[in-house]
Nanobody
Framework: QVQLVESGGGLVQPGGSLRLSCTAS????????MAWYRQAPGKQREREVV?????????NYADSVKGRFTISIDNAKNTMYLQMNSLESEDTAVYYC?????????WGQGTQVTVSS
């Protein structure tokens, strides 16, 4: 059973930066397309894809974060990252990592990112 653990979230002011980390209990990053997802506050909000990275290193970003967020993988550390710069209040959400498309059993607890002054 693969376990994914997200960390690095917190409270940051608008314009600030955070780096999220995702560690896995198995070496899955090099053989899967991976992604960061987020779920904003609100009852009916779906988890949206923020950024993705294919096994060949190609990356893709949601329009709302393009130019501000960077997804990367360090295979030696078996860790995936999301560098988030120029954060906006609209980025407030719980952030999750998973494969793309997501596997139901891989969802972790997520890490809360709150952007507020």
């Amino acid at each position: 059973q693969v376990q994914l653990v997200e960390s690095g979230g917190g409270l940051v002011q608008p314009g600030g930066s955070l780096r999220l980390s995702c560690t896995a209990s198995a070496r899955i990053f090099s053989i899967n397309t991976m992604a960061w997802y987020r779920q904003a506050p609100g009852k009916q909000r779906e988890r949206e894809v923020v950024a993705g990275i294919a096994d060949d290193g190609r990356t893709n970003y949601a329009d709302s974060v393009k130019g501000r967020f960077t997804i990367s993988i360090d295979n030696a550390k078996n860790t995936m990252y999301l560098q988030m710069n120029s954060l906006e209040s609209e980025d407030t959400a719980v952030y999750y990592c998973n494969t793309f498309p997501p596997r139901a059993t891989y969802w972790g607890q997520g890490t809360q990112v709150t952007v507020s002054s």
